[in-house]
């Protein structure tokens, strides 16, 4: 092989365009900082996307670009970091594992939110997937993800000035975004085909490369399909129950016959979330396929299977009536040699699901050796609704276990936060993600100091507020202000501010704060003690329930004492949710006990020195100490009425922001610093980063079910 000279810049361009395409750069700002760099404009007008930066220049152009020695070297030192990054070996030690060679771990999932310029996510599913396959490829586990390539995304949100959400759903050209088809050896398009009732349905395959890791989508947008079909894959979670069904298909059978197509036979298969379980159906067709028996096979397809769930709520779990799954799998059956009847089995329990319902949970657990909820109080409330149908499955041997979700912190760490740890932690940081030794050592005292930090999150607050009044100039609505009118009027950057973003289903009870009009009045009216709350996130379409809430917020927002204090930004989207955990100095999650399964981002704002306020639910309920952050309700209070464990908990927020987070922020010392303000930020991060980050969540995943000691 011809040996590149780095300095070349003809090479450059080559290696620039590689950097393009590999998501790497989404989470190092440095490589971020060449393309912003190439073009301000176009990097801010495509959502920050790197392949639509190159697109501008022509090779001449940019090797022009690249005569500036300053730019130059820069470039050279990005270049030089990411493919060192690319060819380091595993850092995974095979010793922690039971196996001493780490297979493949195919993840399948419904969603992958990697990067705000890819509008493949709905929200915390997708997140949490896209922040799973960074950690594996920043810890070197060899990790393949298989996902839908949704051509219209989830939706863009507009809202009007009565509060009414608006949505609409632009085509993403692909040959614009970081993705890559995928070929056969003679160049032409992979195309792969599943039956679908009595129709060949064909798709094609996106890639994604993040980091290490591939994350392959699937298109059924192919020439080679009836119109019917060319559309299934274009929307998250749109149609109906027959679209639905058709999706799922082809994520999970048409998931594993495109890991065949391309020679990738993983180890291991984790079904991230039950609408990805029919792919072991297809893995069970091969297995009887080869001549196993029926029981053999279940067997076979047993060991290679996780299943991880999300969902404490029992209607939240995907479900199909039989006589649908019947029209859709009748062809199949026959091609499995698997009587319809004994395949609709799976699918079901008589002790916890109907009879007329296939529920994908329990097609999943049935087939899974190992099955997980995602925090500690998430899998107590699984244990209890499926513990069941998994021991069933097992022997009293199993239960259902818990892994409990984190973030990946370097795609977390605000550019500013970033530097900031950089300038403290000698270019280390990022090698400790899970080393409570080295969060305990650089939080200290001696190596950061109280002004330090202070200054951190002033500037992190005054970003974030720069940032709404940018977006207030041209976003129809926040707080019924628009244009020139809002820079004046919005915000403070002295106020004690919270966030609030989230999808707007009603469990999660955005409008808590607001429940009682004059005691929220009285907390926003405090002159000696400013307070400002900005609030983000979607309804889905058809949740009539969750666009009330955000109706209600937008109402409140007009108000006085609330106007220009009470925020609501549009389209909630990862760069919106970078700016906000970064900035806000409180986090606010109010769900109503037990809906929420984990929650993640009161993750994020840790890392940016964001304090954390929450009822004690998901994985707050095993992090929360009173050292760190606040609890706000009282478990034990469950088998109350839902109006009055609102009313209890409304109380019990509006009691912990009136005598403890709001004092406490502004009892400041004489230089201005509110030193117990700190203390706690000091105690939040020493304790929460290096336990609540998908490292340490992968590392789990790998040693107790990916890999286990025997
Ligand atoms: C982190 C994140 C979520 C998940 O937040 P939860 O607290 O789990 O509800 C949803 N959407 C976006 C854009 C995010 O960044």
Redesign the pocket.
């Known amino acids: 092989m011809k040996t590149v000279d780095r300095k070349k810049p003809a090479d450059i361009v080559v290696r620039l365009h590689a950097l393009a395409y590999n998501l790497w750069w989404s989470w190092n700002p440095k490589a971020q900082l060449i393309f912003e760099e190439l073009s301000p404009l176009i990097w801010e007008i495509s959502n920050h996307n790197p392949v639509a930066v190159l697109a501008q220049f022509s090779g001449v152009g940019l090797r022009a670009r690249l005569g500036d020695r300053r730019f130059l070297k820069d470039v050279d030192a990005v270049l030089h970091a990411f493919e060192h990054y690319m060819s380091k070996k595993s850092t995974c030690d095979p010793n922690d594992f039971g196996r001493n060679k780490l297979e493949v771990v195919a993840y399948l999932c419904a969603e992958f939110?990697l990067h705000e310029c890819l509008p493949f996510?709905s929200?915390?599913l997708g997140?949490?997937a896209g922040d799973h396959a960074k950690s594996a490829s920043d810890l070197g586990l060899p990790f393949v993800g298989i996902g839908l390539f949704y051509r219209q995304g989830y939706f863009q949100q507009r809202v009007d000035n009565t509060g009414t959400q608006h949505e609409s759903y632009p085509t993403t050209d692909p040959s614009t975004i970081p993705v890559e088809l995928v070929k056969d050896p003679e160049g032409k398009p992979l195309l792969c085909g599943m039956t679908i009732g009595s129709t060949i349905v064909y798709f094609q395959a996106w890639k994604i490369q993040a980091g290490r890791c591939g994350i392959f989508l699937l298109d059924t947008d192919v020439k080679e399909n009836e119109e019917a079909f060319r559309g299934l894959t274009a929307f998250a979670y749109g149609g109906d129950m027959n679209t639905r069904i058709r999706q799922e298909m082809i994520l999970g059978i048409g998931g594993v016959k495109l890991l065949r197509a391309l020679g990738v036979k993983p180890e291991v298969y984790h079904m991230n979330e039950g609408h990805a379980a029919f792919l072991t159906l297809e893995l069970l067709r091969e297995q009887l396929d080869v001549g196993l028996s029926k029981q053999e096979a279940e067997e076979a397809v047993r060991s290679q299977c996780i299943f991880t769930t999300h969902t404490p709520v029992p209607a939240g779990h995907d479900h199909f009536p039989t006589d649908l799954v019947e029209f859709h799998f009748r062809t199949y059956s026959e091609l499995m040699k698997l009587p319809m009847n004994e395949l609709l089995e799976y699918g079901r329990d008589s002790r916890v699901t109907p009879e007329n319902q296939f529920v994908m949970t329990v097609l999943g657990l049935k087939f899974s050796r190992a099955a997980n909820g995602v925090s500690k109080k998430h899998s107590e409330t699984t244990s209890a609704m499926w513990g069941n149908v998994f021991d069933g499955a097992h022997g009293k041997k199993s239960s259902i276990g818990c892994v409990t979700n984190g973030?990946h912190v370097p795609s977390w760490t605000s550019r500013t936060s970033w530097e900031f740890w950089e300038r403290h932690n000698s270019h280390k940081w990022k090698e400790h993600l899970n080393d409570p030794r080295f969060w305990n050592h650089v939080t200290n005292p001696k190596i950061v100091s109280d002004e330090e930090l202070w200054a951190l999150r002033c500037t992190l607050r005054r970003e974030l507020i720069e940032f709404i009044r940018q977006g207030a100039r041209h976003l129809h609505v926040i707080g019924g202000v628009h244009g020139e009118e809002a820079l004046a009027h919005l915000l403070s950057s002295d106020a004690l501010t919270i966030g609030f973003?989230?999808?707007f289903a009603p469990y999660?009870r955005a409008s808590l704060l607001f429940s009682n009009l004059s005691q929220a009045a009285t907390l926003f009216s405090d002159p000696q003690r400013p307070i400002q709350i900005v609030f983000a996130g979607k309804a889905h379409p058809r949740d009539g329930e969750g666009k009330e809430f955000l109706r209600r917020i937008i109402d409140i927002a007009r108000e006085h004492p609330f106007f220009g204090k009470v925020l609501f930004i549009e389209d909630?989207?990862?760069n919106?949710?970078?700016y906000l955990?970064a900035g806000c100095d409180v986090w606010l999650?109010t769900p109503r006990r037990p809906f929420?399964a984990?929650?993640?981002?009161?993750q994020?704002v840790i890392i940016n020195g964001g304090l954390h306020v929450s009822v004690l639910d998901g994985w707050w309920y095993e992090a929360y100490n009173s050292k760190i952050g606040w609890a706000v309700g009282r478990n034990g209070d469950d088998n109350l009425s839902s109006e009055e464990i609102d009313r209890r908990d409304a109380e019990s927020l509006y009691d912990i922001l009136k005598n403890e987070v709001i004092p406490l922020f502004f009892d400041r010392d004489r230089e201005g610093i509110p030193r117990q303000w700190i203390a706690k930020m000091r105690n939040a991060m020493r304790t929460i980063i290096p336990v609540y980050n998908t490292h340490r969540m992968v590392m789990d995943y790998a040693k107790k079910y990916y890999f286990p000691k025997k």
Request: glycine content about 20%; proline content about 0%.
């Open positions: 939110g996510y929200g915390g997140v949490l973030v973003a989230r999808r999660k909630y989207d990862m919106i949710a970078r955990v999650n929420e984990s929650g993640t981002s009161g994020k």
